[in-house]
């Protein structure tokens, strides 16, 4: 006698479970608000002056590599904006520049 499971019949689906296309999730309008914590980023990097990666730790609760994540996933590739990066007095400054990226350039420094 082998010791392999057998198949077992497929239950049918029950028909409560089953989602048509006209009753499926809906999807949620953008919200426009300021108070997420991304609202919060992209503010301190507009501001002239721009922020450290330890400034935006501290005002959202992030570590280090989620703010890394957050600059190529959300500001560069998601957002489409240049984010300008330069090093003065020995901590990394990053700044959003003025308009969304239309075309790749290698001006914008590397994280």
Do not use: C
């Not at 048509?20 to 990097?45: A, C, N």
């Not at 990666?53 to 489409?80: C, D, M, P, Y």
Request: hydrophobic share 30%.
């Amino acid at each position: 006698m082998s010791k392999s499971k057998r198949a077992r019949p497929r239950k049918a689906q029950a028909a409560s479970k089953v989602r048509s296309k006209e009753t499926g999730r809906k999807s949620v309008p953008h919200r426009k608000g300021g108070d997420s914590k991304q609202d919060h980023v992209l503010g301190l990097l507009r501001r002239p002056s721009g922020a450290t990666i330890e400034n935006i730790t501290q005002a959202t609760g992030w570590q280090s590599h989620s703010v890394r994540g957050f600059f190529a996933g959300v500001v560069r590739k998601k957002l489409g904006l240049t984010l300008l990066s330069e090093k003065t007095d020995g901590a990394r400054v990053y700044r959003i520049a003025g308009s969304p990226a239309g075309t790749k350039s290698t001006a914008s420094s590397v994280t």
